[in-house]
């Protein structure tokens, strides 16, 4: 089972997700907070921190 995070719509660019990665895994573009995947260790930190619950977690049973 593997656990990504991603950012939908309603980021607000606070950029406190992008301050609490600790593997350097979020940038933003015009829509806001994006994660790389690469980088992304799945910590879940950004996910419990967004204030604004703009990040989803999807859970890969495969
Ligand atoms: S913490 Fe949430 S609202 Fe703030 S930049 Fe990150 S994803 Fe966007
Ligand atoms: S789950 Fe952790 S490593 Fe992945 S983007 Fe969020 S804070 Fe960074």
């Known amino acids: 089972m593997s656990v990504r995070y991603t950012v939908t719509r ?3 660019k ?7 990665c600790q593997a350097d895994a979020i940038a933003f573009d015009r829509e806001g907070a994006h994660i790389d995947p690469e980088s992304c260790t799945g910590c879940g930190r950004c996910y419990d921190n967004c204030a604004s619950e703009a990040i989803e977690k999807l ?4």
């Open 10 to 12: 309603g980021c607000t």
């Open 14 to 20: 606070c950029g406190w997700c992008v301050h609490e």
């Open 59 to 62: 859970v890969d049973d495969g």
